[in-house]
Structure formats: C-alpha cells, structure tokens
C-alpha cells in the first residue's frame, strides 16, 4: 500500500509523521519504504541518512537508472529509504518537459509494489503543489494530510483536498482514497481547540482521533537523526505517534475490507452485458 504524506502548505508536520509513522509500522513488524521526495532532504537526514549527490529518486523518475539501486537501510530496523538531495529540486522542470509528468512515479514504484517486499511505502512530500506532488497523489492509494492546530490550517487544507479530486476525476488515479487528516503541533489553547473541533465539523470522521501535541523532543530528534518514536520513545509525543499508527492501520485494514465488500458487490460480469 502506497501512502502519500502530503500538504502543500509548509511545516505542518509532513516528514515528522512520514519517519514516526514508518517507525511505528516497523516496531508492529511491518517492512516499510520511505521514499523522500522532497529536495530538502529531511526525513533521509531523520533517519540517519546522509543526503549524497546522485542518491535520489531522480535517476529513476527519468527513467535512466533503476530504482532498487537507491533503496538504503536507516537508523531504525525495518524502514528503508529512497534517499533524497538537492538534485531533486530539478527534476520538476525535467518531467515537466518529458512529458510523463503523473505517471512517472507511479511507473517507478510498481516492482516495488509488485515484489511484495514492503508492507507500506510512505511518501514524503514537498511543500508546493508541483509535479512531484501531483505525481506522489497519482501513485497513491492513500493520502495522508498531516495539519498543524492554527487558524489558517483549514485553507491550506481545502487547497490540498481540491487538487485530491482533481486528481481523482481528472482520470489520473480514480481511487486515491484519503486516508486522514492528522492534526499536529497541538498546544493546549482556545485558538487549538476552536480549529481542531472547526476540522472535525468539517471533515467528520476522515480526522484522525488522535492529535499530535506539540514538544521540543520532536524538534530535537531530527538532529540525532531518529524519529521521535525511537529517541524518546515514552514522551507523550511519541506516545501519540503509536496511537496515530495503531489508528493508521486500522483505517488501511477498513479501507481493504471496504473495497473486498464493493468488489463482491458488483454483479458478475455476464450478466451486466444483457
Ligand atoms: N509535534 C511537534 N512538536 C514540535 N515541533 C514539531 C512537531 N512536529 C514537527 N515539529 C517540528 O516542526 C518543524 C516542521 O515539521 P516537519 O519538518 O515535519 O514539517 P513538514 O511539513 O515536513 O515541513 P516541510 O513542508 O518544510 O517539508 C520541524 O522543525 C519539526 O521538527
Ligand atoms: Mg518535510
């Protein structure tokens, strides 16, 4: 399953969930795939990786090297990365002039789709609503928004939803399904809970229960280059990330039942053709 951690607006909590939520799937046993497709590298440095010149997604997203060359180990046991650097910034520009502007990713990711190697591949995406992003949103089967507990959050959230359907009626991927709206940076005020009870009035249950506070300890962990999860493990930060993987699985396994019940419920394909 291919989850798109995405939101266009900047610093609401993207690669923090995509490297937490990672640890979390792999401490429950699951093989898991961060591909960083951001240029500013950070969930590859906060997972102990060094951005290296060459290492990204690039090669492959242009078709000329392929994709299993840049598949890395990380500082935590059973997440695996496609690394990302600087040279990742161009590549916009080079889809945009190939032509393969939203089905390079997709085209890129099924062997590993198809392997079977990997439980779950979480997308990190970047801030903007380029071809990178619409490309992580066509590839997906989910999308997860993570959003942060302020007074413009729900804008920004409308935007991101907007190109969601655009994305699905468009023809580009029919069913990208949302997986959740995770509502981070929570700090215990009126301003935090007026917005979080607004999004819940809005979205109704595609947010997710559990809230994200904020602490310094998330912060601080990218330095040391470990998610929160793994550095301080019982903070109630990282307590939250458990409850939002525990909270991710179920919606995935619900989402996996619901598409079994549609698939058994369409009438066979004989007597459709009358
Ligand atoms: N729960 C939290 N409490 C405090 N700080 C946090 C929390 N979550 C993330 N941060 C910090 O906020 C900043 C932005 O978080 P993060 O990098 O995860 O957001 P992002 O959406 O990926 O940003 P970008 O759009 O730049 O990629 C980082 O410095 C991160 O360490
Ligand atoms: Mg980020």
Avoid: W
Wanted: some cysteine.
């Amino acid at each position: 399953m291919i989850v798109a951690i995405a939101n266009q607006k900047g610093g609401v909590g993207k690669t923090t969930t995509a490297v937490n939520l990672a640890a979390v799937l792999a401490s429950k046993r699951k093989t898991v795939l961060v591909v960083d497709l951001d240029p500013q590298a950070n969930a590859t440095s906060g997972l102990g990786v060094e951005p290296k010149e060459g290492v990204s997604l690039r090669g492959a997203l242009l078709a000329t090297e392929r994709l299993d060359d840049f598949i890395v180990g990380t500082a935590v046991d059973k997440v695996n990365l496609i690394p990302a650097e600087v040279d990742l910034a161009g590549v916009e520009i080079e889809l945009a002039r190939s032509g393969d502007h939203l089905d390079g990713l997709r085209r890129v990711l099924e062997p590993v789709e198809k392997s079977g190697v990997f439980d779950y591949v979480l997308v990190d995406c970047p801030p903007s609503l380029g071809i990178l992003l619409s490309s992580a949103l066509s590839a997906a089967d989910a999308v997860l928004v993570p959003m942060q507990c302020e007074y413009y959050a729900m804008e920004g959230l409308s935007v991101v939803m907007q190109l969601v359907s655009r994305i699905r009626r468009g023809g580009a991927n029919p069913n990208l399904a949302v997986d959740g709206i995770l509502m981070t940076m929570y700090s215990r005020t009126r301003l935090a809970d007026e917005v979080v009870a607004q999004v819940r009035g809005h979205y109704g249950p595609s947010v997710y229960k559990t809230v994200i506070p904020r602490s310094v300890r998330a912060g601080e962990a990218p330095s040391y280059g470990l998610p929160v999860v793994a550095y301080a493990p019982s903070t109630p930060v990282a307590q939250a990330y458990f409850e939002a993987g525990a909270e991710f699985l179920q919606r995935a396994k619900m989402r996996q039942s619901v598409s079994r019940m549609t698939d058994a419920a369409l009438p066979p394909v004989s007597s459709t053709i009358a």
